[in-house]
């Protein structure tokens, strides 16, 4: 995926990112409280208590909302369009943005149930996408 | 107990340059051209000015742009700043400045914003610009755009409350109907539903002209204190109430996709001002997308939730409706230069509560609510304007 947009790991993500590469989808959850938060940081969203654990989630969630856009940002995006892009609401609670793939794009839907599956990009990077269950 | 800035603070200068596509001025030169023109409405001379806002320009970035700007009027303020942001932070900064004179920081602000998206970027830096919205490593890999953003906000008020894309289209449509009464206005051809509905996808449901428009312009307002804005030319516009709400910085991390902070925006300016959504005359309302202005109806109360596509479809936003918005045709058809955007819809509210706005003009026009919102859905602010106090 040469020319996307590839993030780039920091102290708080290197986790994440690293499990994305063994096929893991790791959210955070507090050890005091036991929230569940989504993106990584380096404090709970509820409780402000610094000590976050790593969760395996099962990687599945319901869309929560969703796009199929047409005009996008770069050539590279651009290839792949028409694409979704989704909000997916985990199971364990928060949501992340995601595209869908692997589906016939207008079969989409809010409520649609959907499991996370992981695309390759480079050597470093693998990123975690969605597909109807 | 907080004081409240009820009727302590005035409008007393407001003006526009040119807007549209404007190559022959930069959009430092458009800065400096609104604040010209806003002085002049004024009838007072630059160094009366003793406060100066601005708002960074993408087109001509300068690190410290307010000091540029007064460095270029060769003016010396007692208080000057340049805000970074959206539509909503542009009257955040005026809360501020209003604050600054309620409190006796200095007597008169120049607030004076423009820029030059239009003529002055290329398609790849407007993409850049795009990209630089959107979290770095959770949003942006997935391709995301600032329609597609706002298309998320669509879907999913159009599958709770089951608003169809003849209602969104509805917005775009008033919007140019209004326009099409604004010879200033960028784009005045009238359109219809089905011109909307037709044009080609941006990202569903969002059309084309769902979407609003890229320009260059500038717009500058002038601010003193109550007492003193009774000796200056034009019939003062007062603040009445003042509001902000802040509910997120990335859509992916919204507290609701379909309910926004313009509620708790909107509930503190209509406390300050002891008003109710009933009270007010006419509305200018962010509308960088059509989904915007139907959240925006519902949060500041004019309609119950959910109910603002049936609201606009029945033309009560429209020239002669119950509460017409965006009388000058708003960010979809008016102007919209980035940052400055909202600004137009504040100077437009100064007009029409002039009662200078001619063919647009709302009748009997006394009370305004201008709704700026930034980022996606993030910030909001609220302002009430009267044409007199109390
Ligand atoms: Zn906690």
Known sequence: MQGKITPKPTVETAPYWEACRNHELLIQQCSTCHHFQFYPRLMCTKCTNRKMQWKRATGHGTVKSFTIVHRAISKVYQMEAPYVVALIQLEEGPTMMSNIIKCNLQAVEIGMKVKVEFETWSESMTVPQFTPV | ?390
């Open chain 2, 1 to 390: 107990m907080m004081a409240s800035l009820t009727g302590k603070v005035a409008i007393v200068g407001a003006a526009d340059t040119e807007v549209g596509f404007v190559p022959h001025l930069s959009a430092t030169q458009l800065c400096i051209d609104a604040a010209l023109r806003a002085l002049e409405d004024a009838g007072i001379s630059k160094d009366e000015v003793d406060g100066l806002i601005t708002c960074n320009s993408m087109a001509e970035p300068i690190l410290y742009h307010a000091e540029a700007i007064a460095e270029y009027l060769q003016i010396f303020p007692k208080y000057c700043m340049s805000v970074g942001t959206g539509g909503g932070t542009t009257f955040s900064a005026l809360h501020h400045a209003a604050s600054a004179i309620a409190t006796g920081i200095c007597d008169t602000v120049l607030i004076t914003m423009a820029d030059s998206l239009r003529s002055g970027l290329t398609k790849e830096q407007t993409m850049a610009m795009q990209a630089s919205t959107g979290h770095r490593e959770f949003e942006l890999p997935y391709g995301p755009t600032v329609p597609a953003y706002y298309a998320l906000i669509a879907k999913a008020h159009m599958e709770q409350y089951g608003t169809t894309p003849e209602q969104l289209a509805r917005v775009s449509v008033t919007a140019r109907k209004h326009a099409h009464l604004n010879q200033n206005a960028q784009m005045r051809d009238l359109i219809t539903v089905e011109d909307v509905i037709q044009s080609r996808f941006i990202a569903e449901p969002l059309h084309l002209l769902d979407c609003s428009l890229i320009s260059d312009g500038g717009a500058a307002v002038i601010l003193t204190s109550a007492e003193r804005a009774v000796h200056f030319p034009h019939h003062p516009v007062y603040i009445l109430g003042v509001g902000e709400g802040h509910g997120h910085e990335h859509i992916s991390q919204a507290r609701s996709l379909t309910t926004s902070a313009a509620v708790e925006s909107g509930q503190r300016a209509y406390k300050m001002a002891g008003l109710r959504p009933k009270d007010i005359d006419f509305a200018e309302l962010y509308d960088c997308f059509t989904p915007t202005v139907l959240i925006e109806l519902e949060d500041l109360g004019f309609c119950e939730k959910g109910e603002a596509g049936a609201f606009v479809e029945s033309g009560e936003i429209e020239l002669g409706g119950s509460l017409p918005v965006n009388t000058h045709g708003g960010l979809l058809a008016h102007c919209h230069p980035g940052n400055p955007g909202s600004m137009f819809a504040l100077t437009e509210a100064v007009t029409q509560l002039r009662h200078q706005a001619g063919i647009r003009q709302v009748p009997r026009a006394e009370v305004a609510l201008v709704h700026g919102q930034g980022g996606i859905m993030s910030s909001h602010t609220t302002l009430i304007l009267g044409r007199e106090v109390g």
